[in-house]
């Protein structure tokens, strides 16, 4: 089956500083990455949709310059919490889209992000 | 707005039958799927439906009445295994999936 892969799978940073996470789509070429935040017990938020080659499609809330996302091949999409805070600290999560005539998702094991 | 409603927590035996219900209201629908995660894994799909009616996968099936804005994902012979958080997830748009509450499903012996 479909293989989404993260790293690292979890991290600790300080506040103020910049944390990049990857998500890789292992055996498919992913056309569409999505991202998604999850707050202990809650649910998977949508954050954005990245499309390999153009720019990221944020949802609404979600603030673009705090978490930049790039796709830049159709394997690899990542995600930048820059100038992280401890509000920040959250499980993201990426699931990747192969193809044009899909819509199924396959999700990522997730990061678990600590800000101290 | 968009919302799908869950119950919050579920306990049930080994053995038994477990319904979870959701309700949602969406500004598009295409479609309503399930998954399962386990604390600190990854979503992992279990059914999707697009029409009314039943689908059976193993032990599990899913129900969808477009008209009730109304499934329910049914899970039988409950394993220990099974204790985990399910999430409906309504297919907005081609692309966009929003997920509901969650519901933790406890297992026990």
């Known amino acids: 089956g479909a293989v989404v892969s993260q790293h690292p799978s979890w991290v600790i940073c300080k506040s103020g500083t910049s944390v990049k996470i990857e998500c890789r789509s292992l055996?498919?070429?992913?056309?569409?990455m999505f991202w998604y935040r999850q707050f202990p017990k809650q649910s998977l938020m949508l954050m954005a949709t990245s499309n390999e080659g153009s720019k990221a499609t944020y949802e609404q809330g979600v603030e673009k310059d705090k978490f930049l996302i790039n796709h830049a091949s159709l394997t690899l999409s990542t995600l930048t919490v820059t100038s992280a805070h401890p509000e920040d600290s959250s499980f993201y999560i990426c699931s990747a889209r192969e193809g044009e005539g899909t819509y199924e998702q396959y999700f990522g094991p997730g990061t678990r992000l600590t800000v101290t | 707005g968009q919302s799908l409603e869950q119950p919050s927590e579920v306990t049930a035996v080994e053995g038994a039958i477990v319904q979870i219900n959701c309700t949602y209201q969406?500004?598009?629908?295409?479609?309503l799927s399930w998954y399962q995660q386990h604390d600190g894994g990854a979503p992992t799909f279990l059914s999707y439906?697009?029409?009314?009616g039943l689908e059976e996968t193993g032990r599990f099936s899913s129900f969808l009445s477009r008209s009730d804005s109304y499934g329910y994902l049914l899970l039988q012979e409950l394993q220990m295994k099974d204790s985990a958080s399910y999430f409906c997830a309504v297919r907005t748009g081609f692309q966009k999936l929003v997920f509901g509450t969650g519901t933790r499903l406890l297992v026990s012996p």
């Open positions: 439906n697009a029409l009314d």
């Open positions: 055996d498919f070429q992913a056309t569409t």
């Open positions: 969406t500004s598009g629908f295409y479609g």
